[in-house]
Structure formats: structure tokens, C-alpha cells
């Protein structure tokens, strides 16, 4: 327990506001409480230690010790491997209970292995690229999640095969040109799998749960696109893909396991809306609309043609979706999830009605817009109704750089947008103040 | 239970010694069995974040004419050497199979393909793949490797000046002996 805290309890019972018992309470609380959190920053800081050592040994061997001869280097090359698998061993035999501990080896393996392999790939002047090394970690480093049950090697799991899929699967972003499908990475990420779903099975879920959460979202968002049919017909397919996702994140941000979490470990809720409003917000421009139009009349000859990635999402994300609009209440219905169906009708039947979609999109925006407003406003969170205010401000600032919309308008639309802040804020302070009043009498 | 991971941890050790055991074994064997060629080369820009700085190289001997359309990029292609009369390595073959009764041939990559065109002739029936060796990065000291690039990039575009990768080449695997500049390793070399 902090000094602080100790000096407010001794006043609070001198000023006869708490009795010794209540205070002598609160003490015993705060001295329960303080080991689990100590434990927590132990741990945290092995980690930090195992990473830094780890990445120190990594750039040690990067300087190249060709002087040293081929026999010292491949000395030096497995005695960090041999270190850190001792430790981890040792870990295993003697530590079994300490999560620490075997965080800490695993990690510390986990970098070790890149290490003796780099150091070989310079003795023998190995030019397999980047992509097959990082690729080689992986399938090295996999057992560690499992035999030691190690978080921190999952995570780094997921960023180095994230590394992995944009090296091999990425040309340029958005590139038409079709390079190497990396099936290496779904199958990491099905590897991965059963040690996430043990982390969602504990009570509460830790920070792993969350950090996983995080890099999860995030890896399939970054990679998506290398799996998307590369195809000029199908470039509308693209969004309607990424649409899909962020929304069926919104849906996965609805599941009792993940809604009860702060705002800060529900990525999911983070990235699909900013994702969602992104995606609307380039759409609500002429210029991709225009393309749309010109890319169908020129490819009409050609059929029609469907990018099986984007369809499967579709169908994945309707089937979401139904599952869970059947668990929850007609009026609780989250107008935001809805997004993929409203973009990708919009993408496939106005294709020749550009100006119909630009329409739709910026209704649809307006829409969000107001929902977050009302609801902002029934949970009295400044936050929400801000966010719904920014959205329109989006609106409004996109549409002064469009040339095509009279000044007049634009003006008007900038007023609103003001207006709209300064009233709506008004009223939720008002509200709070006369709530307070009432509590108070 | 404690049993099994045990038995796992040690399967796991294993392997991850057994890996770069492999890697050094492959490339022992090309060292010890196979035969030494010259490439003659052409330098580019040098960086890996793991195994460090290096002298990128490319080939000068890195196309090869072949009456077959359908090689794609990434493909595997097997090259036949030879030594030509000035002492540098030749490609006498190229296919999808390796080359029969003889060790010296390397299992590279088809960067691109393309019909062949020299000059005016043009032909369609004939056509130039480009070849990705896999070998292509010299690995060296921090300090040393920058200048060594630029030392090795400027001699490498005056032809008056000797530069050459030592390869040593054995059933489908090439391993860089030296890299070699006016008959001297470039580890020796001083500007």
C-alpha cells in the first residue's frame, strides 16, 4: 500500500469518517492486492529483459565476426540456442508454476533461434531471402507456444508471419499484380488457434487475451487483401471484402466475452468502425465511382465476374449477422454492422449511377452519424455523441474539397456541423446538471 | 502430463538444432564434393535485418535461350555448367530436370521469361529466360561490407578490372567460396 494512502486512512479515522476496523479493512485489501500486481510487473519486465537480451544477441550477430573463423562462428551460432534451451528446460523441470519464468525462456528462445540461423546463413553465404528466414523462425518457434505455453512467442508469432504474408503476397498496396499466395500464413494462424481459445476460456481473460485480440484484428486486416482475386474486373470486390470484415468485427465486438471490456481491449470495435467509415468516406468521392462505371462498361464483354474471397466474406458475415440479430432484441440493432450489405448492394447494383452512390454512401455516413449521436445521447456518454458530431464534421470537411457541390450548400453544411457540436453538448451538460440537482434534493 | 512435454521439449530441441544442422551439413557437402566456378558479375544494394550487411550480386551469365513458352516466374528451372575458354562459368543447358551424368548443375529460379529478341531479329518460337540464382548475397563485416560495395560496384563497370564470384556448384546447390576482385578475395582488398 502506498504512504499516501496509509497517511488518508490514518486522517479519515482521526476526523471519525471511517472506524479503525473499516480502515484496518481497507489495509488488509490493499495488502491482499499488491502481490498479484507485483507479480504482474515481474513479469512484464522478464519479458521486457528476455526481449531486449534476445534482440541485443540478434544484432550482435548482424555485425558479421568473419574474422573469428567458421568454426568459432558456428560455435557462437548455437551457444545462445543451447543457453536459452537450458533455461527453458530448467523452467519446465523447476518452474513449472511460474508463468514468468517461462514467458521469459521462451521468448528468449524464441530469439535465439534466428540468431544461429543468421549466423549460418553468413558463414555460408545463404541467399534464401528474407521471406523463407522469417518463414523458417516460424515453423521452429511454433512447439515453444505449446510446450511452454508462452504468450509472448504467439504474439511475436502472429507479427513475424504477418511480416511473412506482405513480403510474399504484397507487390505494391492494391497492386493488380499477382505474386505467391502465402498459404503459410492462414495455416500459422489455424496453429495458433487452440492457444487463443485456451486464453478466451480463462476467467476474467488476461492481457494476453487482449494483446492477441489486437494483433489478430490487426494481422487480418493488414493481409486481407493478398488473398483477394487480383483482377481488374473485380476491383470493387476489394472493398466489399474489407467491408466485410470490419463488419464482422463489429459483430465479434458484440459477444458477451468481448463486450464487457474497456474500449482499449475491444480492437474490434476500434478498427471495424474506423475501418467501416474509412471505406464510406473514399466512396462518398465521384473518382472511384466514376472508375466502377468505366471499368464495367469496358469489361462487359467479358462476363460476369465474381471474386470468390469477397463472396465468401458476404456470405460470412450475412451468416453473422443473422446468428446474431436472432440473439438480441429488434430495437438494440446495431445499424453499423449493417454496413457490408449497404455497400456492397450499393458497389454491384448502381454500378452505372454514380451519382446514386455517391448519394447512398453519404446518406448511409449521415445515418452512422446520427445513430451515434442518439445513442451518445440515451447513454449520456460525451464520448459516443462526439464521435457521431466528428463523423459529420468528416462529411462536411470532404465536401469542401468537392469542387462539384455549390458554395452555398457547403456553407450551410459547415454551419449545421457547429451548430449541431455546440447544441448537442449543450444538452447532455444540461441534462447531467439537472440529473445532479434532482439527486441532490 | 509433465511426461509428455518433456518428451515434447526435447523432440522440439532437437529439431531446432537438427534445422541449422541441415543448413551447415547441405552446404559442408557442396564445399567438399563440388566443382568451382567463375561468375562473372554485376553489383547492386545491400541489407538483411538479420543476417546483416552484404555485397549484393548479380550475373552476368543469368539468360539462357530455350524453345519452350510456357516457363513462369518463380518457377525452378535446373542450369548445366561449364567452364568456358577464359575460365568462367557457361550455361549449356536448361530445363525443368536436371541435367543427367553430371553433378555441376544448380536449381535456380525463372525471374521472367521473355521472346527472344536480339538486334532486329526477333523470333516466336524461341525465347530468353532471365535466371535468379540462389546465390546472390555476400555476406561481411559491418565496416567492411559498404566499402567493399563500393569498391566492388565501381571495378565491376570498368572492364579492365577482374571481378568474379567463386561458386562452389554440386547436385542442384551452390555455395560462394570468395568473392574476388583482380585475383584477390575482396576481404584482402584495399582501395
Known amino acids: 500500500m502506498s504512504q499516501r494512502l496509509f497517511k488518508d486512512l490514518n486522517e479519515l479515522v482521526d476526523a471519525n469518517i471511517i472506524s479503525a476496523e473499516t480502515a484496518s479493512q481497507i489495509d488488509a485489501y490493499y495488502q491482499r492486492k499488491s502481490p498479484a500486481s507485483s507479480n504482474r510487473l515481474t513479469a512484464t519486465l522478464s519479458v521486457l529483459g528476455a526481449l531486449l537480451a534476445g534482440a541485443g544477441i540478434l544484432l550482435i550477430v548482424g555485425h558479421n565476426w568473419e574474422r573469428l573463423g567458421k568454426g568459432v562462428q558456428t560455435i557462437l551460432a548455437f551457444t545462445p540456442l543451447a543457453i536459452a534451451q537450458a533455461f527453458c528446460l530448467f523452467a519446465l523441470l523447476h518452474r513449472n508454476d511460474s508463468q514468468t519464468w517461462k514467458e521469459a525462456t521462451a521468448l528468449f528462445l524464441s530469439l535465439a533461434i534466428p540468431s544461429c540461423i543468421a549466423l549460418i546463413g553468413q558463414i555460408y553465404q545463404v541467399s534464401g531471402g528474407l521471406d523463407s528466414f522469417l518463414l523458417t523462425w516460424v515453423a521452429l518457434c511454433l512447439p515453444i507456444v505449446y510446450i511452454m505455453r508462452s504468450s509472448s512467442v504467439s504474439l511475436l508469432l502472429i507479427g513475424l508471419i504477418t511480416w511473412y504474408a506482405c513480403l510474399t503476397g504484397y507487390n505494391a498496396p492494391f497492386s493488380y499484380r499477382q505474386l505467391i499466395i502465402p498459404y503459410w500464413y492462414p495455416a500459422t494462424i489455424l496453429l495458433l488457434a487452440p492457444h487463443y481459445f485456451r486464453l478466451a476460456r480463462q476467467s476474467p481473460p488476461g492481457n494476453a487475451f487482449h494483446l492477441h485480440n489486437w494483433l489478430f484484428a490487426a494481422s487480418f486486416a493488414i493481409t486481407l487483401g493478398i488473398f483477394m482475386e487480383k483482377d481488374d474486373r473485380l476491383f470493387e470486390w476489394l472493398f466489399i471484402g474489407y467491408t466485410c470484415l470490419f463488419g464482422i468485427y463489429l459483430l465479434i465486438a458484440r459477444l458477451p466475452l468481448i463486450k464487457q471490456q474497456k474500449l482499449s481491449a475491444n480492437p474490434f470495435i476500434l478498427i471495424g468502425t474506423g475501418g467501416i467509415l474509412v471505406i464510406f468516406l473514399t466512396w462518398s468521392f465521384n473518382w472511384l465511382w466514376i472508375e466502377l462505371a468505366s471499368n464495367n462498361q469496358h469489361n462487359q464483354d467479358e462476363g460476369f465476374a465474381v471474386s470468390i474471397t469477397g463472396l465468401s466474406l458476404l456470405l460470412a458475415w450475412a451468416y453473422a449477422y443473422a446468428r446474431s440479430a436472432r440473439k438480441l432484441p429488434l430495437t438494440t440493432w446495431d445499424i453499423p454492422s449493417l454496413s457490408p450489405l449497404v455497400f456492397a448492394a450499393g458497389v454491384l447494383l448502381l454500378k452505372n449511377n454514380p451519382i446514386i452512390g455517391i448519394l447512398l454512401c453519404n446518406a448511409w455516413l449521415l445515418l452512422l452519424s446520427v445513430y451515434y449521436i442518439r445513442m451518445g445521447a440515451i447513454k449520456d456518454h460525451l464520448g459516443i455523441l462526439n464521435f457521431g458530431l466528428a463523423i459529420f464534421a468528416s462529411i462536411a470537411i470532404l465536401r469542401f474539397f468537392d469542387s462539384n457541390m455549390p458554395f452555398i450548400w457547403r456553407g450551410l453544411i459547415f454551419l449545421a456541423t457547429g451548430a449541431g457540436f455546440f447544441i448537442a453538448n449543450n444538452l447532455i451538460l444540461r441534462k447531467r446538471k439537472r440529473m445532479a440537482k434532482n439527486a441532490g434534493v | ?191
Open chain 2, 1 to 191: 502430463m509433465k511426461k509428455y512435454l518433456i518428451i515434447g521439449f526435447a523432440a522440439m530441441a532437437l529439431v531446432q538444432w537438427m534445422v541449422p544442422g541441415k543448413m551447415i551439413l547441405d552446404r559442408e557437402i557442396i564445399l567438399n564434393k563440388g566443382t568451382a566456378y567463375k561468375f562473372r558479375t554485376q553489383p547492386v544494394d545491400p541489407y538483411h535485418p538479420f543476417q546483416g550487411r552484404y555485397v549484393a550480386l548479380s550475373f552476368a551469365e543469368n539468360q539462357f535461350d530455350v524453345y519452350n513458352k510456357n516457363y513462369r516466374t518463380g518457377q525452378d528451372i535446373f542450369i548445366g555448367l561449364r567452364t568456358d575458354d577464359s575460365g568462367y562459368a557457361r550455361i549449356y543447358t536448361a530445363g525443368l530436370k536436371a541435367p543427367a551424368g553430371t553433378n555441376d548443375y544448380i536449381k535456380a529460379k525463372i525471374d521472367y521469361a521473355t521472346p527472344y529478341s536480339r538486334g532486329a531479329t526477333v523470333s516466336d518460337s524461341l525465347f530468353t529466360i532471365y535466371i535468379r540464382y540462389p546465390f546472390s548475397e555476400y555476406y561481411m563485416e559491418e565496416f567492411k561490407a559498404p566499402q567493399a560495395e563500393q569498391a566492388y560496384r565501381e571495378l565491376t563497370t570498368d572492364s579492365a578490372h577482374n571481378t568474379y564470384a567463386l561458386v562452389k556448384i554440386y547436385k542442384g546447390g551452390g555455395v560462394i567460396q570468395d568473392l574476388v576482385i583482380n585475383d584477390k578475395p575482396i576481404r584482402e582488398w584495399t582501395p
